[in-house]
T-cell receptor
């Protein structure tokens, strides 16, 4: 299957600083990438949809000024957590969609990033 | 709205036995895709099996198979000859029509006991 690389796999940062997480599709082009947040023992919660060359679409309740998403190329999307606070500590996962015709037909996931804000 | 329901928060099975995880979904779409993902303690999401709604034949991947009942909107996963490495969270997920993102169920925590 296709490979999606997410970096870093874990990061610790001080409260008030910003952290950037990268998501790369290594062997295919992804016009659409998705960013999820996962709380312990829960399912994945969609934060935003990242479209190459256009603004991200954020889910209700997700602060777009705090979680900046950039999808500058067909193989790279980044999520920047700005002015991080301890409540932003979580596991963040990206996925890249395979599209055939008008539909997404498969999704491949990055390894995830465990963010700890101290 | 499209929803995915996994009604079994936790299940356990003895090694080498068979276990079935349940999943139901709700959609008005006719063409869609269904998935089972495994998330082991490493938290990497691993695709277990994929089913295209227009295919009547149930998908199989080695020890993993599905029972896809389109009319009932049911998509259960059967794991045969369970192995200790199958211990993980299992998520049922749905891609449909114009919906661009995967819709996930809440997950089932499967424990395989020696």
């Amino acid at each position: 299957g296709a490979v999606v690389s997410q970096h870093p796999s874990w990061v610790i940062c001080k409260s008030g600083t910003s952290v950037k997480i990268e998501c790369r599709s290594l062997d295919f082009q992804a016009t659409t990438m998705f960013w999820y947040r996962q709380f312990p023992k829960q399912s994945l919660m969609l934060m935003a949809t990242s479209n190459e060359g256009s603004k991200a679409t954020y889910e209700q309740g997700v602060e777009k000024d705090k979680f900046l998403i950039n999808h500058a190329s067909l193989t790279l999307s980044t999520l920047t957590v700005t002015s991080a606070h301890p409540e932003d500590s979580s596991f963040y996962i990206c996925s890249a969609a395979i599209r055939r015709g008008s539909m997404n037909t498969e999704a491949f996931f990055g390894q995830g990033t465990r963010l700890t804000v101290v | 709205a499209q929803t995915v329901t996994q009604s079994q928060p936790e299940m356990s099975v003895q090694e080498a036995e068979t276990v079935t995880l349940s999943c139901t979904y709700d959609t008005s779409e006719n063409n869609y895709y269904l998935f089972w993902y495994k998330q082991p303690p490493s938290r990497q999401m691993i695709l277990v099996i994929r089913q295209e709604a227009y295919k009547q034949q149930n998908a199989t991947e080695n020890r993993f198979s599905v029972n896809f009942q389109k009319a009932a909107k049911s998509f259960s996963l059967k794991i045969s000859d369970s192995q200790l490495g199958d211990t993980a969270m299992y998520f049922c997920a749905f891609y449909g029509g114009s919906q661009g993102n995967l819709i996930f169920g809440k997950g089932t925590k499967l424990s395989v006991k020696p």
